[in-house]
């Protein structure tokens, strides 16, 4: 079992942001969720990156993650890609 970093609340934004992404697109995917309440998603996820966590291969891979997912969304929600 893969050992976790100590929590912090930063640390715990950002892996509750990095589980947002998949059900966001899910529910966009879906029709489950408008545009604005994902935006409105989208926005908490790009908050918790903008907290400055030295020193954790977690944080800079959930931040890396979430970074990838929260563009990925944008270009859906500006109608530049499909999600699949």
């Keep these: ?4 970093s100590p929590s912090s609340p930063a640390l715990n934004r ?4 990095a589980g947002l992404i998949p059900l966001i697109e899910d529910g966009l995917t879906h029709s489950r969720i408008d ?3 994902a935006e409105s ?6 908050w918790a990156t903008n ?5 954790s291969q977690e944080a800079d891979r ?3 993650n979430v970074i990838t997912g929260i563009e ?3 270009e859906y929600l500006n ?3 499909p999600l699949s």
């Design 72 to 74: 990925r969304l944008q």
């Design 1 to 4: 079992m893969a050992q976790l």
């Design 14 to 17: 950002l892996r509750a942001a």
């Design 41 to 46: 998603m989208v926005a908490f996820c790009q």
């Design 62 to 64: 959930l931040t890396s």
């Design 79 to 81: 109608g530049k890609i």
């Design 35 to 37: 545009n604005s309440k």
């Design 51 to 55: 907290h400055d966590i030295t020193g």
